[in-house]
């Protein structure tokens, strides 16, 4: 509730004009009866016509106010409420970009976008009913209690139980509302995770005739997520009724206490048992408001430890930010992943010259992507440093360690939008401004000119002139209207705009044929600012040219040198040459 609580603080302006506006209408609802009695009272019972219709005329009157009241209340609490809900799902959105990445495998991704989504609705609704309800449930409901007492004082006895009995039965139903509330939203994580799993790997799914499979796992996590909210539902379904209930018999005891009234006062009697139907409503209100406020409170704490979630990763006081020309070293490096019980790395020691390339070669699982995500600082090491131009890497300002390297990862990665916005990723001052309309297919010459160069050396150029619309031509999500090589071509060219001191290329050719990735290398070599490159691969033939070579093995090093030199000392590096090129000359 704190965090709900803070939220609506900052928008205190308007949720105090919503409340008066509110409580005008709640006011105006419970001078109707009163007027009715009136009516009853003093014009039907003295045949007085003129008595009826001014307070008739009164009653008219207030309706009007009161809904001029209610649109006000309406517009207001339907603006906080969603100004609100965009303001949380920035601050998630904006916390979760602060994150490492091994605080988002923890909390993982499905789970982070039910509470970017469904989690703000519970709470965005349920501060929409607040405004609209919730105060004035209270209202309607004290108020109606206060003018039966006035006019009936015998029934004070009977409301004072009715109070009672309803207070303790929304208190149950808070108490047994809210874990299984909880439960509901970690079955919806749930099946989140079952739905992205399936839609981002549909054609691996339906290469493989698994359908039938995915659609199981689908169904039992939606069989799962049904049977939660049953249970939730089911347990809060008796709560409302016995409310009623309550109210109801309480209008029995009335008219019973009341069966000698004065006719006189007959229009009295009517408008006790007006304020107690209103006192059920506003009961009634109140118990479906408290459903709200259980799902939102088991919302607002999930939604909270996501934004109380605070990188693991050290930041220095004084973060450094020395010139980069690419030296790397690596000094006894251990590395495990969170909730591992294995080292991904161990002991790992080298170095890396400005301008060198160095190959990384080894077996599926060896700790080569592992190594390389260590660099940036993706994740950080368990024991050992990493330097860069002699400084450890944890010491260097984050975002400025960054701008320095470029990373082409494994799966080529692409957004939807055009090929030349796409690109301008590597254009790295249009990343931290919003363009203004208009602005965005701008380019300077200069980058331009960065832009075809990148593209021509990624051997991207070709692919690119023979689209209808060319760097216009649009992309679908994740650049599915493109080849596997299509899109790895795009994203070395994007890596290589950013004109980097280090470039880390993470088995990005896999998909090339022979020729093209020769002359991507090529290309690479003959770049006019010479980055330092890690190359991984699985093709010993791409590895080989490079300056030397990594080969790595179940988290060590077996080799480091030339290509020559592991021939000679590796046996895990000869192994892979003679399964890829044959056997080795006598």
Known sequence: MKLILSYLKRHLVIFCISTAFLTLEAVADLLQPTYMSYIVDDGVANMDVKQILIYGGIMLGIALFGAFCAIMRNHFASRTSQTIGKEIRHDIYHNVQQLSLENIDRL????????????????????????????????????????????????????????????????????????????????????????????????????????DKETGKFRNASDDLAAANTSALRAMAMFAPLINLTVNFGIVLLLFIS?????????????????????MFALAFISNVINSAVRALASSDRIKEVLDEKPVQHRAENP??????????????SFAYA????????????????????????????GKTSLVNLIPRFYDTSEGEIKVDGVNVNEIDEEYLRSKVALVAQKALLFTGSIME??????????KTTAKDGESNVYSDDEKARIYNAVKIACADEFIGKTKDGYNTLLGQGGVNLSGGQKQRLSLARAL????????????????????????????????????????????STVMRAD??????NGTIQGFGTHTELLEKCGTYREIYESQIGQLPA
């Open 339 to 366: 909730g591992s019980s294995r080292n991904a790395l161990s002991h790992i020691s080298f170095s890396a010259e400005p301008g060198e390339t160095i190959g990384i070669i080894g077996p599926t699982g060896s």
């Open 422 to 431: 796409n690109l301008s990723w590597g254009l790295e001052n249009r990343n």
């Open 108 to 211: 993982q991704p499905a789970s982070i976008i039910t509470r970017i989504t469904n989690d703000v609705t519970q709470i965005q609704d349920f501060i929409n009913s607040i405004m609209r309800i919730m105060i004035k449930a209270p209202i309607t409901g004290i108020g109606a209690v206060v003018l039966i007492i006035i006019q009936t004082p015998k029934q004070a006895p009977i409301m004072i139980v009715i109070i009672l009995v309803a207070t303790l039965l929304i208190i149950l139903n808070i108490l047994v509302g809210y874990p299984r509330f909880g439960k509901v939203q970690k079955k919806l994580d749930k099946l989140n995770g079952v739905s992205r799993e399936f839609l981002s790997s549909v054609r691996v799914v339906k290469a493989f005739r698994a359908e």
């Open 320 to 333: 450094q930010r020395p010139e980069i020309k690419g030296r790397i070293s690596f000094n006894d490096v």
């Open 548 to 553: 030397k070579i990594l080969c790595l093995s």
């Open 259 to 279: 069966q000698d009234q004065d006719a006189a006062d007959i229009g009295r009697l009517m408008a006790s048992v007006n304020y107690m139907g209103q006192v």
């Open 497 to 540: 705009i950013k004109e980097p001191n280090i470039l880390i290329l993470d088995d990005c050719t896999s998909a090339l044929d022979a020729n093209t990735e020769s002359s991507v290398l090529k290309g690479l070599s003959e770049m006019d600012t010479k980055a330092t490159v890690l190359l991984i691969s699985q093709r010993i």
